[in-house]
Structure formats: C-alpha cells, structure tokens
C-alpha cells in the first residue's frame, strides 16, 4: 500500500472515528439517560454523525476542496448515508430483537461491517 493511500485510509478511520464517538455519545445519552427508544435514538444519533463526517471526509480525509461539487457531493453523501441508516436500523432492530444482543454490542458489529462499505463510496464521492 502507498504512502498516499494509507494516510487517506488513516484520516478516513480517524475523521469517521470523531463521528463515531458522536453517534455513540448521542446513542447512549438519548437512550439511557433520555429514555427514547433505542431505533428512535439511533437514527438522531446517525444524523448528527452524519453531518460531522460529511465535513471532516470531504475537507480533511479526502481533500475535496472543490466548493463547486459540494451539491452533488452533499446530494449523494447523504443518500449514501439515508442507504446505511435504513440498513443499520434494519439490522440494528433485528440483531436486538431476534439475536438478543445488546444494543451498543450489535451497533458495533454494525459499525465495522458498514464501515468498510462506507469508505469506498465515499472515496469515489469526493474524488477530485
């Protein structure tokens, strides 16, 4: 692997990372301290992540700084992310409900796995 190529991963991973420890804060808070239901909690909790990662992916990780492109990178970013939010809600519920994990075990299953597929779509999303 290239010296360019794993510093993009890095900062990928990283960046992701910060999102991460959002969703995770929000999922936990609203969930335990707020009582929200825990599919109710995941999907504000994936919003605000959302958001954050949309700014740090494009200007840090990737170094996107065409402000030109940001309406069609915004627009398939966040269809990106509506197709992992139904599929980790999905996923999510059933882990919970039918496998009987907890919910933060099953939401990091869910994390690595969507992980993965999220860095390669993004990738092609911010190419310069």
Do not use: C, D
Not at 33 to 58: H, P
């Amino acid at each position: 692997m290239n010296k360019r190529k794993f510093r993009q991963i890095f900062r990928f991973l990283v960046g992701g990372g910060v999102g991460v420890l959002a969703y995770y804060l929000t999922l936990y808070i609203l969930t335990e301290m707020a009582g929200l239901w825990y599919v109710t909690s995941a999907v504000i909790a994936f919003a605000l992540n959302n958001g954050v990662n949309f700014l740090i992916q494009k200007y840090w990780a990737f170094n996107s700084t065409n402000t030109k492109a940001v309406p069609k990178q915004l627009t398939l970013y966040f269809g990106m992310g509506l197709v992992i939010l139904v599929v980790n809600t999905v996923l999510l519920y059933s882990f919970v409900e039918y496998v009987h994990l907890h919910y933060l075990i099953a939401q990091l299953i869910l994390t690595g796995t969507l992980t993965v597929v999220s860095f390669g779509v993004t990738k092609k999303i911010f190419k310069n």
